[in-house]
């Protein structure tokens, strides 16, 4: 018998072994049937082949949160797709904020509170919530995080933790104004004992180097007899140039036009000065500000036989006397016998100035507050204060007007006197007193305080500038005010912050609010040796 054996297949069934005639059909002829799908046993997972794919992560942090220092803030996250459950976790958060990770059982959106110790890291910077899914899939949510202090606190973004000292070796005013210009940056204007000083700093506080070489500069004047020289009042210009004005000698009027590397500007004036002629009459300005038109207005006292008069000025673009304003340019004021010194100017939306004087009183033993009002062309405007076309009260019992501010219905007048700050309000219309308050002194046992300057900000409130006493040394003082003139008590302690900038005395000049609130100050600090710094402190809103 013949044996080839091929191969050897041996299958089981029921009835024992195979037969040939069972074999039969593997040797040759049709192919075999497949074999059936694996059975996968019960609680097993699916083939990850046949598996269709999870849905795709997606999630959100909805708006851009601000923290308070020592305070908490929820956040809101939401998670519109992927495999449930998602464990959301906030990563990168600045030294001293905290937040737990938290859990979502499905898609949706949850708060998670975000808690930040007082000695938090200020600033601002990316949110970033790292949400992660079952199906190990991973995605980062970004918003915005402000941390920063309560109102009234410093912000220590700005400088040395709130604050900037800057020295030019010199003693003498130190900062008297400040300007924000349109690229964020701060520009100071202050004095030594016989030139302008200037400063430029970036917007957290650090000199500006592409200014003049290292952040300062400083202009003396060509004068015959030098003498003590402030300068008042900084104005920027659309064009970034800008123009410092001030006193020079004691005696003239002082104008100068740089551009923005602080290079004097040789178009204007004469070589980029303009001053006043040198006579017998003294001449001194107190406060400057560009109109709509470009043209600079300027406050301050001419001297007149026996007395000085107040006086409000108009100087075109390249600071020629603008003829077409009041006589020559200027208009006078004799608002009493005795002494009469324009301190601040300010200009309506319909174009007409105001001015705020202190004037002798009847007894020319004391100021009265006065606030003038001039039409465009510089005619004392007889509608306002009917019929002199001024208004004269009193508030404290010398009553000296430092800074204006006005919006579309009133007029708001600030100073100080006997130790004492106040501040009014006026209705643009005709100028009658809407209120007049004097405030609580910010030290209640100090021998006194006053305000520099006042600006409104964008809701409306009134921000002043000035200094308190101590006891000891004075303090940089800012408060905040209600359009009512009630102190802001959500502003510092009671409406007031008090400011030991330098250790010794602290002079707060000038004030400005930034567009996004913040509150920057400049002053003078004195120093060892017996100089002045220019000194700045930047404050919450």
């Avoid at 003239?252 to 004097?264: H, S």
């Avoid at 409104?456 to 006891?471: F, T, Y």
């Amino acid at each position: 018998m013949k044996r080839c054996v091929l191969g050897v297949i041996v299958m089981v069934l029921a009835s024992g072994c195979a037969t040939m005639s069972d074999l039969s059909g593997l040797s040759g002829g049709d192919d075999p049937p497949p074999p059936p799908p694996p059975v996968v046993p019960p609680g097993q997972p699916d083939d990850p082949v046949l598996q269709p794919p999870p849905p795709a992560l997606a999630s959100t942090v909805d708006g851009n949160p601000t923290l308070v220092r020592g305070a908490e803030t929820k956040v809101r996250v939401t998670v519109t797709s992927g495999q449930a459950p998602f464990t959301v976790h906030f990563a990168g958060l600045p030294a001293g904020v905290h937040a737990a990770d938290t859990v979502l059982d499905a898609p949706g959106s949850v708060d998670v509170t975000l808690s930040a110790e007082e000695e938090a890291t200020e600033g601002t910077g990316d949110l970033v919530a790292a949400v992660d899914d079952a199906a190990h899939q991973h995605i980062d949510a970004h918003g915005v995080l402000l941390v920063r202090g309560p109102a009234g606190a410093l912000d220590r973004t700005f400088g040395t933790r709130g604050l900037v000292l800057t020295s030019f070796g010199e003693s003498g005013a130190g900062a008297l104004s400040l300007a924000l210009l349109p690229n964020g940056k701060i520009l100071a204007a202050g004095s030594g004992n016989t030139d302008y000083q200037l400063a430029r700093y970036t917007d957290r506080g650090l000199l500006d180097t592409s200014f003049d070489g290292d952040g300062k500069a400083t202009m003396s004047w060509p004068t015959t007899n030098p003498g003590w020289t402030y300068a008042k009042s900084v104005v920027v210009e659309n064009d970034g140039h800008f123009i410092v004005a001030g006193i020079v000698d004691l005696s003239r009027l002082g104008l100068a036009r740089y551009d923005a590397t602080g290079a004097l500007d040789v178009s204007y004036g004469n070589n980029g000065r303009v001053l006043s002629p040198a006579s017998g009459a003294g001449d001194g300005l107190t406060a400057a500000m560009l109109d709509a038109e470009g043209r600079v207005l300027v406050a301050g006292y001419t001297q007149s036989p026996g007395s000085y008069d107040a006086m409000v000025g108009r100087y075109t673009p390249s600071g020629a006397a603008d003829s077409t304003f009041a006589s020559g340019g200027r208009a006078v004021s004799a608002l009493s016998d005795a002494g009469d010194f324009a301190n601040a100017v300010a200009v309506q939306s319909d174009g007409k100035v105001l001015v705020a004087s202190q004037s002798a009183s009847a007894d020319a033993l004391s100021y009265d507050a006065v606030v003038q009002r001039f039409t465009a062309v510089g005619a004392k405007d007889f509608t306002f204060g009917s019929p002199n076309g001024f208004v004269r009260f009193d508030v404290t019992a010398s009553s000296l007007p430092a800074a204006l501010a006005v919006d579309d219905s009133s007029i708001y007048v600030t100073g100080g006197g006997t130790g004492d700050t106040w501040v009014a309000r006026l209705t643009i219309a005709s100028g009658s007193i809407v209120w007049k308050k004097t405030l609580p002194r910010a030290y209640a046992d100090g021998p006194g305080e006053t305000v520099l300057d006042m600006k409104l900000d964008a809701e409306g409130r009134i921000v002043l500038s000035g200094w308190a006493d101590n006891g000891s040394n004075t303090d940089f003082m800012v408060r905040r005010l209600t359009a009512d003139g009630e102190l802001d008590a959500s502003f510092g302690k009671n409406g007031t912050v008090a400011t030991d900038v330098s250790g010794l005395n602290d002079y707060a000049a000038a004030v400005r609010i930034q567009p996004d609130g913040r509150i920057v100050v400049a002053g003078k600090s004195d120093s060892a040796g017996g100089l002045v710094d220019f000194s700045l402190a930047r404050y919450w809103p």
